[in-house]
């Protein structure tokens, strides 16, 4: 299967995070505004579904296999939000730092601060396949109310990792894409393929 695969994101954290991990395996990953892919409804309750909907989308405009993951931050005392409206929680345009200010203001008094990362990753090899190959991950950990941290993106430098003792976005790239809930998913994907 090592290729080419599109990439349904826009992301240029994603995109650095899957090619870190895929192309030293052979693989090309190429983003979807290389090919003018418009972007894909998000329309479902589920991480899965959405990732779903995204690959078949960006598979159907390039004719490429399609890789799609829907990803984000749940938090415990919020009922799992974000969710699958992390990217969006603070509303339109998307912007991490809003994003940011809101989680710290809906949880300012609560104690209870555990809350995981959650990635699912759907591989297809075209726009119809019947068996799409999906994967996840999950990474545990503490929202902070203080930023620390250069690295990553979204939610990441409020986000705790107890082991480490650091954020996400304290971590190096090699460091975080060993133990983050998309460098799991990636993995479980990969044994998957093999």
């Not at 991950?137 to 939610?155: K, L, Q």
């Not at 003792?165 to 093999?194: D, F, Q, V, W």
Request: charged content about 25%; proline content about 7%.
């Amino acid at each position: 299967m090592a290729g080419k695969i599109v990439l349904a994101s826009g992301n240029p954290g994603k995109l650095r995070e899957f090619r870190q991990m895929l192309e030293p395996l052979g693989y090309e990953i190429h983003p979807q505004s290389e090919f003018n892919v418009t972007e894909a409804e998000e329309p479902f309750g589920t991480f899965v579904e959405n990732a779903l909907a995204k690959a078949r989308h960006v598979s159907r405009q390039t004719g490429l296999p399609a890789m799609a993951d829907d990803s984000g931050i749940c938090v415990d005392a919020l009922g799992g939000q974000p969710g699958v409206h992390s990217a969006r929680y603070a509303g339109d345009p998307k912007s991490d730092d809003r994003n940011n200010q809101k989680l710290i203001a809906d949880l300012a008094g609560i104690e209870n601060r555990s809350a995981n990362y959650y990635c699912v990753l759907v591989y297809v090899r075209s726009a119809d396949d019947p068996q799409p190959i999906i994967a996840d991950g999950r990474w545990s950990g503490t929202v902070i109310d203080e930023p620390r941290g250069e690295n990553g993106f979204g939610y990441d430098p409020y986000f705790l990792v107890p082991e480490s003792g650091k954020t996400a976005a304290e971590l190096s790239p090699e460091e975080k894409n060993a133990c983050s809930h998309r460098g799991k998913a990636l993995k479980a994907l990969m044994e998957k393929l093999a």
